[in-house]
């Protein structure tokens, strides 16, 4: 079934999550539309599935709709590619998308398109066409390709071979994934192959000679590779070439790449070109390079880089963190976790670098096929990310645009996790009417079991007690009876507490909570100001007052906005399921610590697509330590993943205690 209707999206959605019928009011709210239209879309996507043999919604009175499967492979599959599609068209709209493919299709197919003609066929305004046809020209324009008119003719595209194979590729498989468009036609696709066993063929032996080379291709970049095969097989047999100057050429002959080139361009079962064709050979060892994933602990791997890319790429790593550390102060860059996870991260830059050499990093992907997203990550790594992106950015001297950018992410989150908060480990005392067997056998088990939040654990009779110093202990475990509560100490009894057993969280509330340092939420509770009814028109010139307003100078406002800006186009800002828009300001500009939470009063767009209900403003000494660092970055975590504890923290129904508290307690489970 094809998906025409980000609403019809939504709809599906949301009945394949819920386990129980699904009103229309509530629909309609996801949708921002009438509960007549729900009605109305759900009657139509019904014939749809009905027909297709996939499923069946059932409108129950007072109750709602709930999506029943008929046959179960093909629901479970409709299901997949449903998953993939609420990702993917999160922040695209889809009728948009399906017009501007087909336009982008056109313009490769045929010699000359009329707007005219295109209007007609999309059933669309002239001015409809001109708002896609800027964005297509946006498009075409990262790949270093235009559109040209000629009067009485129509639009061409115009640009070096090698870039309009790239661009043909990347339209090509963001058409042919598990879902389906209204916009895929054949006359594209016969541009890259007539018969589909024809593709499998080539698919087959490129990937076997690929499983048998040192080098590996992700998953993605197989598929663009086959697609690029087919296409050079076609273009070249109509004469038309890629460019390359002479000194990639010399570079590309040196490489391990431009060896596998050959074995794939000379098989026998390929036939890729009609003559010995060297620049389409040193063509796809260029492609080889640019596709291939890069791990730089693998040795296989190391081996087939030559030395000195990666002498230039290990450079230019120290070079950008040392920009990042000098600007931030940030101590993350000097921890352990992040020298264990620095060679992940030079890899991955490897990737951009290799990109950025041999091609541009600039070329926009119409789609994401990241398998990760900014909902797993924290705020403070995506802002880690972005700056680094950003630094790369301005070395290249052209915008990155890479599905890398999400493992960087992940790096990060990496690098955070193995990051501990501030803790007060814990002193405790054990002690028990049942004798000192009783005691150590707990004390044993409190030191395995948290070790992380005990510094010291010492055990005792109970008529030693009285010669202790209470003042040099935090607790006292102890069996329960009524005697213990006259110590001057908090006393916890491992009898009520089911202490052998299902403890942990009681242990959590009544004992270990306390050790978490409080300084930065009670800092947080401090500069805290919320601000509601907020009226806001449009989201970038309210991030240009923002940046007004926090700025130390007036003379570095113009600096926030860009970087705020840039950073926002590496990752945005914004994070769709809830609503909420998080933007982080560099200390070094504002001078000061930062944390708003602003109410909006009435509903704006990012991207026309996605709504905005909050905006939060967060600023961080660069003095905080790291372990401070992560507890502010668990707070705010919570707070844009969950919209519920903003909407309560804003209503005064939470306080940030309570975040602090349920942060804390998830750490605390997560880690034992």
Same mark, same amino acid.
């Given at each position: 079934?094809?998906?025409?209707?980000?609403?019809?999206? #939504?709809?599906?959605?949301?009945?394949?999550?819920?386990?129980?019928?699904?009103?229309?009011?509530?629909l309609?709210?996801l949708?921002?539309?009438?509960?007549?239209?729900?009605?109305?879309?759900?009657?139509?996507m019904?014939?749809?599935?009905k027909e297709?043999?996939?499923?069946?919604?059932?409108?129950?009175?007072?109750?709602?709709?709930?999506?029943?499967?008929?046959?179960?492979?093909?629901?479970?599959?409709?299901?997949?590619?449903?998953?993939?599609?609420?990702?993917?068209?999160?922040?695209?709209?889809?009728?948009?998308?399906?017009?501007?493919?087909?336009?982008?299709?056109?313009?490769?197919?045929?010699?000359?398109?009329?707007?005219?003609?295109?209007?007609?066929?999309?059933?669309?305004?002239?001015?409809?066409?001109?708002?896609?046809?800027?964005?297509?020209?946006?498009f075409?324009?990262?790949?270093?390709?235009s559109?040209?008119?000629?009067?009485?003719?129509?639009?061409?595209?115009?640009?070096?071979?090698?870039?309009?194979?790239?661009?043909?590729?990347? #339209?090509? #498989?963001?058409?042919?994934?598990?879902?389906?468009?209204?916009?895929?036609?054949?006359?594209?696709?016969?541009?890259?192959?007539?018969?589909?066993?024809?593709?499998?063929?080539?698919?087959?032996?490129?990937?076997?000679?690929?499983?048998?080379?040192?080098?590996?291709?992700?998953?993605?970049?197989?598929?663009?590779?086959?697609?690029?095969?087919?296409?050079?097989?076609?273009?070249?047999?109509?004469?038309?070439?890629?460019?390359?100057?002479?000194?990639?050429?010399?570079?590309?002959?040196?490489?391990?790449?431009?060896?596998?080139?050959q074995?794939?361009?000379?098989?026998?079962?390929?036939?890729?070109?009609?003559? !010995?064709?060297?620049?389409?050979?040193?063509n796809l060892?260029?492609?080889?390079?640019?596709?291939?994933?890069?791990?730089?602990?693998?040795?296989?791997?190391?081996?087939?880089?030559?030395?000195?890319?990666?002498?230039?790429?290990?450079?230019?790593?120290?070079?950008?963190i040392?920009?990042?550390?000098?600007?931030?102060?940030?101590?993350?860059?000097?921890?352990?976790?992040?020298?264990?996870?620095?060679?992940?991260?030079?890899?991955?830059?490897?990737?951009?670098?290799?990109?950025?050499?041999?091609?541009?990093?600039?070329?926009?992907?119409?789609?994401?096929?990241?398998?990760?997203?900014?909902?797993?990550?924290?705020?403070?790594?995506?802002?880690?990310?972005?700056?680094?992106?950003?630094?790369?950015?301005?070395h290249?001297?052209?915008?990155?645009?890479?599905?890398?950018?999400?493992?960087?992410?992940?790096?990060?989150?990496?690098?955070?996790?193995?990051?501990?908060?501030?803790?007060?480990?814990?002193?405790?005392?054990?002690?028990?009417?049942?004798?000192?067997?009783?005691?150590?056998?707990?004390?044993?088990?409190?030191?395995?079991?948290?070790?992380?939040?005990?510094?010291?654990?010492?055990?005792?009779?109970?008529?030693?007690?009285r010669?202790?110093?209470?003042?040099?202990?935090?607790?006292?475990i102890?069996?329960?009876?009524?005697t213990y509560?006259?110590?001057?100490?908090?006393?916890?009894?491992?009898?009520?507490?089911?202490?052998?057993?299902?403890?942990?969280?009681?242990?959590?509330?009544?004992?270990?909570?306390?050790?978490?340092?409080?300084?930065?939420?009670?800092?947080?509770?401090?500069?805290?100001?919320?601000?509601?009814?907020e009226?806001?028109?449009?989201?970038?010139?309210?991030?240009?007052?923002?940046?007004?307003?926090?700025?130390?100078?007036?003379? #570095?406002?113009?600096?926030?906005?860009?970087?705020?800006?840039?950073?926002?186009?590496?990752?945005?800002?914004?994070?769709?399921?809830?609503?909420?828009?998080?933007?982080?300001f560099?200390?070094? !500009?504002?001078?000061?610590?930062i944390? @708003?939470?602003?109410?909006?009063?009435?509903?704006?767009?990012?991207?026309?697509?996605?709504?905005?209900?909050?905006?939060?403003?967060?600023?961080?000494?660069?003095?905080?330590?790291?372990? @401070?660092?992560?507890?502010?970055?668990?707070?705010?975590?919570?707070?844009?993943?969950?919209?519920?504890?903003?909407?309560?923290?804003?209503?005064?129904?939470?306080?940030?205690?309570?975040?602090f508290?349920?942060?804390?307690?998830?750490?605390?489970?997560?880690?034992?």
């Amino acid at each position: 079934m094809i998906i025409e209707k980000n609403r019809h999206l #939504v709809i599906l959605y949301q009945l394949m999550s819920e386990s129980k019928p699904v009103s229309s009011e509530k629909l309609a709210q996801l949708t921002l539309v009438t509960s007549k239209t729900i009605k109305y879309d759900i009657s139509t996507m019904n014939a749809k599935l009905k027909e297709e043999d996939i499923a069946e919604i059932i409108s129950y009175k007072s109750k709602g709709y709930e999506i029943v499967p008929l046959n179960e492979q093909k629901y479970n599959e409709f299901k997949s590619s449903l998953i993939e599609m609420h990702i993917l068209f999160e922040d695209t709209n889809i009728e948009a998308m399906n017009r501007r493919l087909y336009i982008l299709q056109r313009l490769f197919t045929d010699e000359f398109v009329k707007t005219d003609d295109l209007a007609e066929e999309l059933y669309i305004s002239k001015s409809s066409i001109s708002n896609d046809l800027a964005w297509i020209n946006q498009f075409l324009k990262s790949y270093y390709i235009s559109t040209k008119s000629e009067r009485g003719r129509g639009l061409t595209i115009e640009g070096a071979e090698q870039d309009i194979r790239s661009a043909m590729v990347e #339209v090509y #498989v963001s058409l042919y994934q598990h879902y389906k468009f209204i916009s895929s036609n054949n006359h594209f696709r016969e541009l890259f192959y007539t018969e589909d066993s024809e593709y499998d063929s080539i698919r087959r032996t490129v990937l076997k000679i690929l499983r048998q080379s040192r080098i590996q291709i992700t998953e993605l970049n197989s598929s663009k590779l086959v697609a690029y095969v087919c296409l050079a097989k076609k273009r070249s047999q109509s004469g038309k070439s890629p460019y390359l100057s002479e000194k990639i050429i010399k570079e590309l002959k040196e490489t391990y790449e431009y060896v596998l080139a050959q074995e794939i361009t000379n098989n026998e079962h390929l036939k890729l070109f009609d003559i !010995d064709n060297e620049v389409e050979i040193v063509n796809l060892s260029r492609l080889l390079i640019i596709y291939r994933d890069i791990d730089l602990q693998d040795k296989k791997c190391l081996a087939t880089i030559p030395q000195y890319l990666l002498e230039k790429n290990h450079n230019l790593f120290n070079t950008i963190i040392s920009e990042v550390v000098d600007e931030t102060g940030n101590v993350l860059f000097y921890t352990e976790a992040f020298k264990r996870y620095a060679l992940e991260l030079e890899s991955l830059q490897m990737k951009m670098f290799l990109e950025h050499y041999f091609d541009h990093t600039s070329k926009k992907h119409l789609f994401w096929f990241a398998e990760g997203d900014e909902y797993s990550a924290s705020p403070l790594s995506l802002e880690f990310v972005r700056m680094i992106i950003l630094k790369l950015q301005n070395h290249f001297g052209e915008l990155i645009c890479s599905d890398t950018i999400m493992s960087f992410v992940m790096v990060f989150k990496s690098i955070l996790y193995q990051i501990e908060f501030s803790y007060n480990k814990q002193k405790l005392i054990v002690t028990s009417m049942e004798g000192l067997i009783t005691s150590r056998i707990i004390k044993e088990f409190i030191e395995k079991r948290y070790s992380s939040y005990v510094s010291q654990v010492e055990f005792y009779n109970l008529y030693e007690m009285r010669k202790l110093d209470f003042t040099q202990y935090d607790a006292v475990i102890h069996s329960g009876i009524a005697t213990y509560f006259n110590y001057p100490i908090k006393c916890v009894s491992y009898r009520e507490l089911n202490f052998l057993r299902d403890g942990d969280e009681q242990l959590f509330e009544k004992l270990f909570f306390d050790g978490y340092s409080r300084d930065q939420v009670d800092k947080l509770s401090e500069i805290l100001h919320i601000v509601k009814n907020e009226n806001v028109i449009d989201i970038n010139r309210y991030l240009e007052l923002l940046s007004y307003k926090y700025c130390k100078e007036k003379s #570095v406002q113009p600096k926030i906005l860009t970087n705020i800006l840039e950073k926002d186009k590496i990752i945005k800002y914004l994070y769709a399921k809830s609503g909420i828009c998080l933007v982080m300001f560099d200390y070094n !500009d504002t001078g000061t610590e930062i944390f @708003d939470i602003y109410k909006l009063s009435q509903n704006i767009y990012y991207n026309n697509i996605m709504k905005i209900k909050y905006v939060i403003a967060v600023c961080i000494s660069t003095q905080i330590s790291i372990s @401070d660092a992560k507890m502010v970055d668990s707070i705010l975590q919570c707070l844009v993943n969950h919209k519920s504890y903003i909407d309560q923290l804003v209503s005064g129904k939470l306080q940030l205690e309570d975040i602090f508290k349920e942060t804390a307690r998830n750490d605390f489970l997560f880690s034992i």
